[in-house]
């Protein structure tokens, strides 16, 4: 915990250079199913989500995202917080990157869950994407891990964006892959609809169990704002 309000600090300094020229965004959904990186993290349960965050003209950014959590009574851990500090920039007409440190944070649980992450994506055109994620103590435990994501955004018109994203979790002698194929429904103002399904490989249901892993569908009703 001490780690993460040192990095928000770093990151509020940051901004209060250029606080004059501070973006402030936000976002919340609801899903029925908080499906992170192949798995379950509601037992297939819904999920109410929310997170806020204050963006720089120098591209330095910080934002607070939560979630509601069910990882079973071994565990006991109702709620999940990623706090994230970073630096996002373009680098030309078509590319861009954004690098930064994220917190996973676990205030309900009784066991000790948090863990952090370094993140590097590379994007082209905001029509692809690799994502690179390192960890020394990956998934909260004591191995490190590094997670590799590629995907993909096709608009079919001005309401309809079909996404495709791959993912592999490189674990110590645990790794697996995940699919997911979305389809994202713009509504009204700043609504928008998503369904993804989602799949993963025998790996993930030896390493998560097959109620946490497999195929699933999830829905989420989504507001930016």
């Known amino acids: ?23 402030i965004t936000g976002s919340a959904a609801l899903t029925s199913d908080y499906v992170w990186r192949g798995t379950t993290q509601t037992r297939g349960e819904p ?9 720089g003209a120098s591209g330095v950014y910080a934002s607070l995202w939560g979630t509601n959590v069910d990882y079973g009574p071994a565990a006991d851990a109702s709620t999940e917080f990623d706090a994230t500090v ?33 993140n ?13 994620g390192y960890s020394r103590e990956a998934l909260g ?3 490190a891990g590094l997670y590799a994501l590629v995907g993909g955004r096709l608009p079919v018109n001005d309401r309809l964006n079909l996404e495709l994203a791959v993912g592999h979790y490189f674990l110590q002698q645990r790794d697996y892959t995940h699919a997911q194929l ?23 249901k030896r390493i998560f169990g097959d109620n946490a892993a497999g195929p699933r569908i999830e829905a989420a009703l989504q507001a930016t704002f």
Request: aromatic share 10%; glycine share 6%.
């Open 47 to 55: 999920a109410v989500q929310a997170g806020v965050k204050v963006a």
């Open 141 to 143: 435990g004591d191995d």
């Open 182 to 204: 979305s389809a994202v429904f713009a509504l009204a103002g700043p609504l928008s609809l998503r369904f993804t399904a989602h799949t993963t490989d025998s790996n993930a």
């Open 86 to 118: 970073g630096w996002g920039t373009a680098l030309s007409d078509d590319w861009s990157v954004d690098v930064n440190l994220l917190r996973y944070v676990y205030p309900s649980t009784r066991i000790d869950l948090d863990w952090t992450e370094a």
């Open 120 to 132: 590097g994506t590379l994007m082209f055109r905001d029509r692809a994407w690799l994502s690179l």
């Open 1 to 23: 915990m001490q780690r993460m309000w040192t990095w928000c600090a770093l990151a509020c300094l940051g901004l209060a250079v250029d606080a004059r020229a501070a973006d």
